[in-house]
C-alpha cells in the first residue's frame, strides 16, 4: 500500500517523527547548574546494542559530562541501559565511554576553551538527525548558589507576568 503526499509530509503523533529529529534526551539540570556559553553538535560512536537501547527510549545523560583524552573527546557518565534480548551475545556495559565524533578543527576549539578560561563540556540534548544519533554538548562554567536562587527568583517573576499579562488580556 503506497502513501499519499499527505501522509508522506506529516510526522507522527508526538510531533516530531522519530527519524527525522526527535528528541531522545534531555539534560534539565544542566541549565539549572551551569551557566552554557557555546553549543556543539556532536556524533557518537555507537554499539548496536546501544542503538536498539536508543530506539527503545533508554538513554539518560543526566550524570555525564565530556572528558579531553589524547586529543580526543569522550563521553562519560551517561547510561544507556541494555535490552535484555538485544545484548544476549555482548558483555554490555551501560556506562562505557563512548567517542564523541568532532572535526579537528572543532576539537582543537573546544580543547583551549577548556584549557584555557576553565570551562568543562556538558550534555545538554540527545536526539535524532536523519537516522543518526546526536549529542547537543555545550562549554559550561558551574552557577554558584546564589546564582541558582536568582534564576529560580526570575523564573517565578516571568510566569507572574505571563499570568498578570493573560488576566489582563482577558478583561479586555
Not at 27 to 35: F, Q, V
Not at 108 to 133: E, F, H, S
Amino acid at each position: 500500500m503506497s502513501k499519499t503526499a499527505d501522509q508522506k509530509k506529516s510526522p507522527g503523533k508526538g510531533g516530531k517523527d522519530k527519524a527525522n529529529g526527535g528528541t531522545i534526551a534531555l539534560n534539565k539540570r544542566a541549565r539549572h547548574e551551569h551557566h552554557l556559553e557555546e553549543r556543539v553538535e556532536a556524533g557518537l560512536a555507537l554499539q548496536g546494542w546501544e542503538l536498539k537501547a536508543i530506539r527503545a527510549g533508554r538513554a539518560n545523560i543526566g550524570d555525564g559530562y565530556a572528558l579531553v583524552n589524547h586529543g580526543e573527546i569522550f563521553l562519560v557518565g551517561a547510561q544507556i541501559t541494555p535490552l535484555i534480548q538485544a545484548s544476549t551475545h555482548v558483555i554490555a556495559n551501560d556506562r562505557r565511554e563512548r567517542k564523541l565524533l568532532l572535526h579537528r578543527q572543532e576539537i582543537d576549539q573546544l580543547m583551549g576553551r577548556i584549557q584555557r578560561d576553565g570551562y568543562t563540556l556538558v550534555p545538554t540534548a540527545m536526539y535524532w538527525k536523519g537516522n543518526k544519533v546526536k549529542l547537543e554538548i555545550a562549554l559550561a562554567r558551574g552557577k554558584q548558589s546564589h546564582d541558582k536562587r536568582e534564576a529560580d527568583k526570575e523564573r517565578d517573576w516571568n510566569r507572574e507576568k505571563l499570568r498578570v499579562m493573560r488576566r489582563h488580556n482577558k478583561d479586555a
